[in-house]
């Protein structure tokens, strides 16, 4: 376990630092520099402003440079608003973390109460229906569900608020981000659980009387939902992805906005700043649900 | 043995001999030895596969809906005699008033015409946009280009990951634990990120270049395919080592080396086709996920350059105008969940048939 461990962190760091290499080399890349303006100025100033944002050590130096002020939590300022970029990002975040966290919460209890419905009827009119659901929202980009979400609710019927920030206009965000892993997760269970109901425990759990609700919910369950888990990993990291798209369209003022503002702004360190951030935050997360995977079922063989 | 031999010059069986005694054997019939024969015509692996496929009515559904949709974008510029980019023109004069028309409806200027001429125009079968241009073409390019992004990816990845998959497989020892340590790392970098910094970065770097194949294909284009390059094979390299390493200690192919089959022999008629239908699969499963990524990346507006359309920068810009013309934006998308479900449920039929092994 411990081996498995420190494998599996020095993976995720050596990840982030590809990432960041990359982010860092890839906007290095791009060319002019930040005080390629309009207005020219003198060498001198040049030669100082270079200076003081170090532009005027080697490219190397200027990379590790910058890692270490990131590991201090200092991303620098952002080149449009000219403010603390660190200060946008964790505002920002908020808002992003609730409802991507809402979203994630809602796909993984609809999700596994669908499939679990799916296994246990199965080849009947509720799994076909089920079947039929998710076939269709797995084939069906975020983008283009949202904005129906938002042509019908919002528009429509006006039954719900764009997004002013209340929980009432939370719902549409977070279904909309929602849809594609509960599908998905409804699958996955669905799959896991038949696989469960047709063990010898649950024929034996039956044949010694226990209650039928006991041995969906005790024996079959429990088991089917391990490979849940390690879908958390890839969710969170499509639910962070999908927001890009689905704060544009509902115009939350959340990171997946920020991040497509830095761009069309082609505002650098923005830029820089939010992938790394996003990154670290999916690696964090790929490495907590495959390390949990591993501690919930000890069935699973370290290597 | 001699097939002439009948029973009475069978060898007589000495009584200590461990040998089986031929006289307590009856000779089969020819009748008998009819029933041995194989009755129905041999069938190749790729025949069986295509004969299972063929009865699932969701794989055939798709198959059909995709030629449809394949015929209908090499057709159709060639009968309707409108441009993707172009305004409506009404008897060689541009006709600014064909703003966002209904399906099948004329403007004013239209309908003048055709009362003047008796001639008869071509319908707006998808109405037209707020630059006047006729909506049914710019859907058939954008699914045009979706498709063929969808499919150039997906071939890149192929080439790629098999080549990588199947020299890390046969290599094996510290070549492959280099290569496969290489791919954990992309596997873990969050790609729709990457895929949209380094399309930032190319646009940048490529806006200037002189390159005719580059300029004609459009700086993003380029970049779409550079990153679907960069960082989309490792899936398909992953399970093709997989799928190699498996197929070496599998005891058929124990069998075929027992019998003497050369090791050639094994990689072409044991090895190959049994990788085959995870490649073929893999790959199908990939084009809807390359379209995915098209769309997502022009409805963030890093997609193919305007006028050029796709259909995610359709869906993009149809968002505009949403409340008076949720029409513009019906059509492009349910063209791209038509598109993604027929791959999809092609790709579900194709690993059924080929490799049931897969089956959940």
């Known amino acids: ?303 | 043995m001699d097939s002439n031999m009948d029973s009475m010059n069978m060898p007589k069986k000495s009584p200590f001999s461990m040998q089986i005694d031929l006289q307590r054997f009856e000779k089969a019939t020819d009748e008998e030895k009819k029933q041995q024969d194989v009755m129905s015509e041999s069938t190749t692996f790729f025949k069986d596969g295509m004969r299972k496929l063929m009865k699932n009515p969701l794989a055939v559904a798709s198959i059909i809906v995709l030629v449809l949709i394949i015929l209908t974008i090499i057709f159709a510029p060639l009968i309707v005699p409108y441009g993707y980019s172009d305004i409506i023109k009404v008897g060689g004069k541009r006709d600014k008033s064909a703003k966002n028309l209904a399906p099948f409806t004329y403007s004013a200027k239209e309908i003048d015409y055709m009362e003047e001429t008796g001639e008869k125009l071509f319908p707006h079968i998808m109405g037209t946009d707020s630059m006047c241009r006729d909506y049914f073409i710019r859907v058939v390019y954008g699914t045009r280009i979706s498709l063929s992004v969808g499919l150039f990816a997906s071939i890149l990845v192929l080439i790629i990951g098999v080549l990588y998959g199947s020299i890390s497989g046969y290599a094996g020892g510290r070549v492959d634990l280099v290569m496969m340590r290489i791919v954990d790392i992309i596997y873990s970098l969050p790609d729709m990120l990457i895929i949209i910094l380094l399309s930032v970065v190319l646009n940048e770097t490529l806006a200037n270049t002189q390159n005719p194949i580059i300029k004609s294909l459009g700086t993003n284009m380029v970049s779409i395919f550079i990153v679907f390059g960069l960082l989309y094979w490792v899936g398909m390299a992953r399970l093709v080592r997989g799928e190699i390493l498996k197929m070496k200690n599998n005891e058929f192919v124990l069998a075929a080396k027992a019998v003497g089959a050369s090791s050639g022999r094994i990689i072409r008629s044991h090895i190959i086709p049994n990788c085959l239908s995870v490649i073929i699969i893999t790959t199908a499963l990939q084009i809807p996920s390359a379209i995915f990524t098209e769309s997502f990346l022009s409805f963030v507006g890093m997609g193919v350059k305007a006028p050029m359309p796709s259909l995610g920068s359709l869906a993009n810009a149809a968002r505009e105008g949403l409340q008076s013309y949720p029409l513009q934006l019906v059509f492009p998308a349910v063209t791209i969940v038509l598109i993604v479900l027929a791959f999809n449920l092609l790709g579900d039929g194709l690993r059924d048939a080929f490799d049931p092994k897969l089956r959940r």
């Open chain 1, 1 to 303: 376990m411990t081996k498995y461990l420190i494998k599996r962190i020095l993976l995720a760091v050596l990840s982030v630092f590809v990432i960041c290499l990359i982010t860092f080399f890839a906007m290095n890349a791009v060319p002019g520099g930040p005080f390629n303006s309009e207005k020219a100025l003198s060498e001198a100033t040049k030669a100082a402003l270079e200076k003081r944002y170090n532009l005027d050590k080697p490219v190397i130096q200027q990379f590790f440079l910058y890692l270490g002020n990131i590991l201090h939590g200092d991303f620098g300022v952002s080149l449009k608003t000219g403010r603390d970029i660190s200060g946008t990002i964790l505002e920002c975040f908020k808002v992003s973390a609730t409802i991507g966290g809402l979203a994630a919460l809602f796909a993984v209890i609809i999700g596994v109460v669908l499939g679990a419905i799916a296994a246990l009827f199965r080849n009947r009119w509720p799994d076909r229906l089920i079947v039929f659901l998710t076939t269709l929202f797995t084939a069906m980009p975020s983008f283009v569900f949202a904005t129906f979400l938002l042509m019908i609710f919002c528009i429509q019927l006006k039954l719900l608020p764009v997004w002013d920030a209340s929980s009432k206009s939370l719902v549409l965000p977070v279904v909309a981000l929602a849809a594609y892993p509960t599908a998905y997760i409804t699958r996955l269970t669905k799959s896991s659980m038949l696989d469960a109901l047709s063990q010898d425990y649950i024929r034996t759990a039956r044949s010694k009387g226990v209650p039928t609700i006991k041995v969906i919910f005790k024996h079959a369950l429990r088991n089917a939902l391990i490979p849940v888990i390690t879908y958390i990993g890839p969710m969170l990291a499509y639910i962070l992805t999908g927001s890009l798209v689905v704060e544009n369209i509902f115009t939350i003022g959340g990171l997946g906005q920020q991040f497509v503002k830095s761009i069309t702004n082609r505002d650098y360190p923005m830029i820089m700043a939010t992938t790394i951030f996003l990154a670290v935050i999916m690696v964090v997360m790929n490495l907590l649900s495959d390390i949990m995977y591993k501690v919930v079922d000890p069935r699973i063989k370290l290597d």
